[in-house]
């Protein structure tokens, strides 16, 4: 009997932490059922977490009401679906980074999603549409590695993260290591023209031996054939003796002149070759050239696709604080797009629970419990209930806490910590630009090929493009500063057209058959991209979004229940610039903190004990699923 109560613990422990019975699955028995009165949880936002959140905790025996503004589900993971066509292409959401051990590799098994394996090559094309060298590209590549663990040495190692009182960005850190290594270059071209000098310098004294000991040869022969001369005509023995061994002098000096010159052409020589040989390893004039540095500002432009803001605002201390806890192995995309992704996970049970084009006008919370108001068209509307756990993007919850009218309205304000870890967390921008054409022009072998810009200012302005199917469809990146799409559409398609033009030449046709273009950053209900710990900021942020709000009580301070919760990529310290789907800390967090509820109390057969420890406060890692933006 302490066995099989010891194993139904465990059981319970896995289920609620996301290790078992995530997704779609068939359950073997009804619903669980809580000990005490079925609470109901108002989730708002239906983007992946909202959509994670409502199946885990209607699957944990909440009664559960999702609001969501749009006309659509998804949130920041959209799919294009062209009008006719089966051709798609994802507006956000796109990449699984990473298969080995990823519970969303089980969930595309569920929902019968066929994956696509992601090849990593990305050849890059100068900005005149040539192939850039392979090897220039690796070795810019690995000069891209090296700063980049440089800087993560001086920051996590050294501990150095700030000069002066000045916080420390990715763009501080990185110019810092490259004017170093542009210092050291020169340091060695330094070195490099002073041994050239000396080399000079001793050719220059040998060459002077040289004349030397030639002019010495020549004066000591010309002396030597006077003095065969002489001797035979000097009839006095003294006389015949004297020039005699005179001769002799000149002899033994001009074989060691001669010697000497010999030695000293040697070393000429010598020298010479030394010299040669230096002249093949002259050091660079500079560290990275023009042309060097903007295949770096291509990697650098990837990392502020990757990190979701741009390396002067990413702080040099946190902003790889999520690199442990990456998934490894092969990406992959969804053949059908992330969107069929999500709808398939809405499965029939919880459809009815869903309300959309609901627009979140204000979350009020007191010690009762909290009430929504949401407004559909023109209609107004009340939902009440025990908790709201809010799902919307950090660059909404920014509009709200600024008290914007287009942005849910907390009632009463959120505390003063909150609100400031929602104004110092960063939201940044991402965007893309869709090409559809009637036939593929390019390597359909290729997921991905690079494209070098004119300057680092618009180093991320269509820097990659993505066919990561056969469809006849292209998806140009637009990352940091260039995110920040302002001209027509029909300028930012005729750019994107210009450079396929010097890519692929005749091949290319004049236009796309259709073109999308995101804008992210004017979506009322996104507001960006996704978080990052912005420079002079804490990694705790997250920790602290993800912290529970409680209710105000009447002396002002906000120690009454447990009533608003906080869910999506800006609360995972681990995941951020992610979308967090089941797995994730979202929906254990209103469990665990509820009353007589299955991530708060050990389990016993269907219906949840109410003795035992809690055991929500384990601290054990959960495993959440990413889809990377």
């Known amino acids: ?83 006719d066509s089966s051709v798609v292409a994802d507006l956000g959401a796109m990449v699984v980074t990473g298969i080995n051990g990823n519970p969303i590799v089980t969930m595309m098994r569920q929902t019968q999603c066929t ?30 590695k090296k700063i980049g663990d440089t800087a993560s040495y001086i920051a996590h190692t050294l501990g150095v993260t700030e000069i002066n009182g000045k916080k420390l960005s990715i763009a501080d850190a990185y110019n810092n290591i490259l004017e170093m290594l542009e210092l050291r270059m020169q340091r060695r071209r330094l070195k490099y023209w002073q041994i050239y000098e000396e080399i000079l310098e001793k050719m220059k004294q040998v060459q002077n031996e040289i004349t030397l000991y030639k002019k010495s040869a020549t004066f000591l022969a010309e002396k030597l054939r006077s003095s065969d001369g002489s001797i035979l005509h000097t009839l006095d023995p003294e006389s ?24 000293a052409r040697e070393r000429f020589r010598n020298l010479e070759t030394t010299l040669r040989n230096l002249k093949k390893q002259e050091p660079s004039e500079v560290y990275m050239n023009q042309r ?27 902003f790889d604080q999520d690199d442990e806890f990456q998934f490894t192995g092969s990406h992959m995309a969804i053949r059908d797009g992330y969107g069929d992704f999500l709808t398939r996970l809405v499965t029939s049970d919880v459809t009815p629970m869903i309300k959309q084009n609901a627009v979140v006008e204000s979350i009020k919370y007191d010690q009762k419990g909290v009430e929504v108001q949401y407004k ?70 290729q997921n991905y090929f690079g494209h070098l810009n004119h300057s680092r200012a618009s180093r991320g302005e269509m820097f990659m493009f993505t066919a990561l199917s056969k469809a006849p469809v292209l998806i140009a990146m637009m990352a940091g500063e260039a995110a920040n799409l302002e001209a027509p559409n029909e300028v930012i398609v005729r750019k994107a057209m210009n450079v396929l033009a010097n890519i692929f030449g005749s091949a290319c046709p004049k236009g796309p058959v259709e073109a999308v273009i995101t804008r992210w950053h004017k979506d009322p209900f996104a507001c960006g991209a996704y978080a990052y710990i912005p420079c002079g900021s804490e990694g705790d942020l997250s920790d602290v979004l993800a912290e529970p709000v409680r209710a105000q009580m009447d002396g002002g301070s906000y120690t009454g229940e447990e009533r608003v919760f906080f869910a999506g990529e800006h609360t995972s310290g681990r995941y951020p610039a992610s979308v967090q789907t089941l797995g994730a800390d979202d929906p254990r967090a209103v469990a665990g903190r509820a009353a007589s509820c299955p991530a708060a109390r050990p389990v016993i057969g269907r219906r949840w004990n109410a003795d035992g420890p809690p055991m929500a406060n384990l601290g054990l890692a959960a495993r959440p699923v990413i889809i990377m933006i």
């Open 1 to 83: 009997t302490g066995d099989r109560r010891f194993v139904r613990r465990i059981h319970g422990f896995l289920q609620r932490y996301g290790f078992i019975n995530y997704g779609n699955f068939h359950r073997l028995a009804s619903a669980l059922v809580l000990t005490s009165k079925r609470k109901r949880v108002i989730i708002v936002g239906a983007g992946a977490a909202g959509i994670a959140a409502l199946k885990q905790l209607h699957f944990f025996g909440f009664e559960v009401v999702l609001l969501e503004a749009r006309k659509r589900l998804g949130g920041r993971v959209h799919t294009y679906h062209q009008k």
């Open 115 to 144: 994956p696509v394996r992601i090849t990593p090559d990305c050849p890059i094309y100068d900005e005149y549409g040539k192939l850039v060298d392979q090897r220039k590209d690796e070795l810019v590549a690995e000069a891209f």
């Open 240 to 263: 015949r003796l004297e020039q005699d061994i005179l001769r002799r002098c000149y002899k033994r000096d001009l074989g060691e002149a001669i010697k000497r010159y010999d030695a």
């Open 292 to 318: 060097d540095r903007r295949l770096l500002d291509f990697h650098f432009a990837n990392l502020e696709y990757v990190s979701g803001g741009t390396l002067e605002k990413l702080s040099l201390q946190h």
């Open 376 to 445: 559909i068209d023109d209609a107004v509307n009340t939902v009440d209930g025990d908790v709201c756990l809010c799902t919307v993007p950090l660059g909404v919850l920014k509009r709200s806490v600024s008290e914007y009218s287009d942005a849910p309205k907390f009632e009463p304000p959120l505390p003063e910590a909150t609100v400031n870890a929602i104004h110092e967390m960063g939201f940044g921008n991402f965007n893309k630009v869709v090409l559809i054409f009637s036939r593929p022009f390019w390597d359909v072998t």
